[in-house]
């Protein structure tokens, strides 16, 4: 099956005055329809940043260095400013961090949700207001009429996150990018918005890149997961694998960083240390003073590329983890 987008060796940096920090460091990355790939890794590492890229959100003073991405064969690096208005919202969207501060505090729901409509399809206000309602209603929001009147202030997280996905996948994009979607839930409405993206994505071949820390979250939808480290991914391969087999350190820690179910006596293991500073990264394996394993090519050589270790499993690692 053809990717409906691809990343290709994408770098992006903030540039202040007394340093640069490089927050995505030459990341490759293919998308399916009808895939979900999980981006997880500690905060700080470029989940967020990656996101804004593919849609030029990069805020200043960050800046796109070098890389593609390409959307159906598009290259939306080169495409114009109106062009890659006319791509946000219709061809990828994507529902934000934070769900009360994603929304504009001085508009009605019903007009933030009716406006995307506007601004891709010409219609009247007021077709365009009933289909918004609509929207709202498919989210499951009882007295959806009631919400479209209210303001963003005058409703609770979990239903200002249910508007963010009515907004997001009102013109069925071919990509949906969820960043920490479930961050501001608890379990119980995190597991109706899981469901709630994994129908939309069979029923209509949305393709989702889902950034979340949340390895339980990973586990319940994702296909595919890359594991992002100091700006880099480290690691990528089917879910299934990657938690079955983790093959870079830092992943076996995350991993096991994690309380399971069905290992109720099971020490956590913490990760030492912190994630570094990315405007001091020295070009070495950025993980190499939180290592456990690392070696003497791990201290001599450059940090070393993405490498196929097992069919469709890839892992940046001088030393991976072995299993016998």
């Known amino acids: 099956m053809d990717d409906v987008l691809r990343i290709e060796g994408l770098s992006v940096s903030y540039y202040e005055r007394e340093r640069t920090t490089s927050a995505v460091d030459n990341v490759d990355l293919a998308l399916a329809p009808g895939r979900v790939v999980a981006i997880v890794g500690e905060s700080g590492c470029g989940k967020t940043t990656l996101a804004l890229s593919i849609l030029d959100l990069v805020p200043a003073p960050g800046r796109i260095d070098s890389g593609r991405v390409i959307l159906d064969g598009e290259d939306l690096r080169i495409v114009t400013a109106e062009r890659m ?74 239903m200002c996150q249910r508007v963010m996905i009515a907004t997001a996948t009102m013109l069925r994009p ?44 990973v586990a319940t939808i994702a296909d595919e997961v890359a594991v992002m480290y100091a700006g880099r991914i480290i690691e990528h391969g089917s879910t299934l694998d990657v938690y079955a087999l983790p093959q870079h350190p830092y992943t076996a820690a995350l991993l096991a960083a994690r309380a399971r179910l069905d290992e109720p006596d099971r020490r956590l293991q913490s990760i030492r240390g912190a994630p570094p500073d990315l405007s001091t990264l020295t070009g070495e394996c950025a993980f190499l003073p939180r290592c456990p394993k690392a070696i003497t090519a791990c201290r001599t050589e450059t940090w070393p590329p993405l490498t196929e270790r097992a069919p469709n499993h890839n892992v940046a690692c001088y030393n991976p983890m072995y299993y016998a």
């Open 85 to 158: 208005r006319a791509i946000r919202g219709e061809r990828i969207a994507m529902i934000f961090q934070d769900p009360v501060n994603g929304l504009n505090p001085v508009l009605s729901i019903g007009d933030q949700v009716a406006e995307i409509l506007q601004a891709h399809h010409p219609m009247k206000k007021k077709e365009a207001r009933r289909q918004a309602v609509e929207a709202l209603r498919r989210q499951g929001l009882s007295e959806p009429e009631r919400v479209a009147a209210s303001y963003p202030f005058q409703l609770s997280g979990g």
């Open 174 to 217: 071919s990509v949906l990018i969820a960043d920490e979607p479930t961050s501001a839930l608890d379990v119980t409405l995190q597991a109706a918005l899981l469901r709630e993206l994994d129908d939309l994505r069979h029923a209509t071949g949305m393709a989702i890149i889902l950034i979340t820390h949340d390895l339980g979250v």
